[in-house]
């Protein structure tokens, strides 16, 4: 029912930004928590940035590179990415927790394509 859609993705130099975009088909203001995770060839995915609660928390590597924000209006979350490296190179994954009814749900995206050349 909740579906997620990413984009924004590319190609770009090292040092240089991108906007992901995630647009949403449930309320935003509804969800539990909000994020954008990434997996790399061969990794795990991993977090990268979480909104939950109030605060927004960012996995080490990108912090003070990231950040991470919502538009209510437009329902959808959105991953300013700066001073990109190459080790930042992934597929980016737009995630959100929910309850429909009692019931706790999660989603993802199908991810957009990250790459940071040298």
């Known amino acids: 029912q909740v579906r997620l859609v990413e984009s924004g993705g590319g190609l770009v130099q090292a040092g240089g930004s991108l906007t992901l975009s995630c647009a949403a088909s449930?309320?935003?203001?509804?969800?539990?928590?909000m994020g954008w995770y990434r997996q790399a060839p061969g990794k795990q995915r991993e977090f990268v940035a979480v909104?939950?609660?109030?605060?927004?928390y960012y996995t080490n590597s990108v912090k003070g590179r990231f950040s991470f924000s919502r538009d209510s209006a437009k329902n959808a979350v959105y991953l300013q990415m700066n001073s990109l490296k190459p080790e930042d190179t992934a597929v980016y994954y737009c995630?959100?927790?929910?309850?429909?009814?009692?019931?706790?749900?999660?989603?993802w995206g199908q991810g957009t394509q990250v790459t940071v050349s040298s």
């Open positions: 995630y959100a927790r929910f309850n429909i009814g009692s019931q706790q749900n999660s989603n």
């Open positions: 449930g309320n935003i203001l509804s969800f539990n928590a």
């Open positions: 909104f939950e609660r109030g605060t927004t």
